[in-house]
T-cell receptor, first 116, second 114 residues
């Protein structure tokens, strides 16, 4: 069974640029969530994708956007990068099948984004 | 408001000693509770989870946690800490529906002294 993978591992961008981060969900999972973890903080929910549509969003501006593909992989796009966007971006996959335990999420290793 | 509080930012425990990490939550619906561990530069690994039933749950690496509804707590324990347990520990709460976010505490850093 393949776990959650993310690419790239590290990324350095300058303020105002755009970035795309990628996530492959765990085998059998159909839901992907994205979290931002600033240094010294706990992860904060950005949004979740289910069946290729956004299915929940945290308190993040519209310049944070995403996609989910038919194979359940996902992208996180951030436009007009700001210095405060520097963080570890975590992807988590889960399996929504209408059951009570659908919110058990499995995390990838993350992408470390540095904005200069 | 929905939130998770981990009162201890940093804890140091001697190797072989017992450990308890505190977690208090505020959640408007039935809470599903999780403990994750994060080693430096790594993602989050699930230690254990509570959905329902027995309020004492067992996890990996010898960890356990007890859900106390009356105290809105979900404290993590381990009877004997190993040096490899040094890491960041996060408590999280979520709902029972897809699309609901996991809400994390700010984490507790565990150091293990020899």
């Amino acid at each position: 069974e393949t776990g959650v993978t993310q690419s790239p591992t590290h990324l350095i961008k300058t303020r105002g640029q755009q970035v795309t981060l990628r996530c492959s969900s765990q085998s059998g999972h159909n839901t992907v969530s994205w979290y931002q973890q600033a240094l010294g903080q706990g992860p904060q929910f950005i949004f979740q994708y289910y069946r290729e549509e956004e299915n929940g969003r945290g308190n993040f501006p519209p310049r944070f956007s995403g996609l989910q593909f038919p194979n359940y992989s996902s992208e996180l796009n951030v436009n007009a990068l700001e210095l405060d966007d520097s963080a570890l971006y975590l992807c988590a996959s889960s399996s929504f099948n209408g059951g009570l335990r659908d919110n058990e999420q499995f995390f990838g290793p993350g992408t470390r984004l540095t904005v200069l | 408001a929905q939130s998770v509080t981990q009162p201890d930012i940093h804890i140091t425990v001697s190797e072989g000693a017992s450990l308890e990490l505190r977690c208090n939550y505020s959640y408007g619906a039935t809470p599903y509770l999780f403990w994750y561990v994060q080693s430096p530069g790594q993602g989050l690994q699930l230690l254990l989870k509570y959905f329902s039933g027995d309020t004492l749950v067992q996890g990996i690496k010898g960890f356990e946690a007890e859900f106390k509804r009356s105290q809105s707590s979900f404290n993590l324990r381990k009877p004997s800490v190993h040096w490899s347990d040094a890491a960041e520990y996060f408590c999280a709460v979520g709902g029972d529906q897809a699309g609901t976010a996991l809400i994390f505490g700010k984490g507790t850093t565990l150091s293990v002294s020899s």
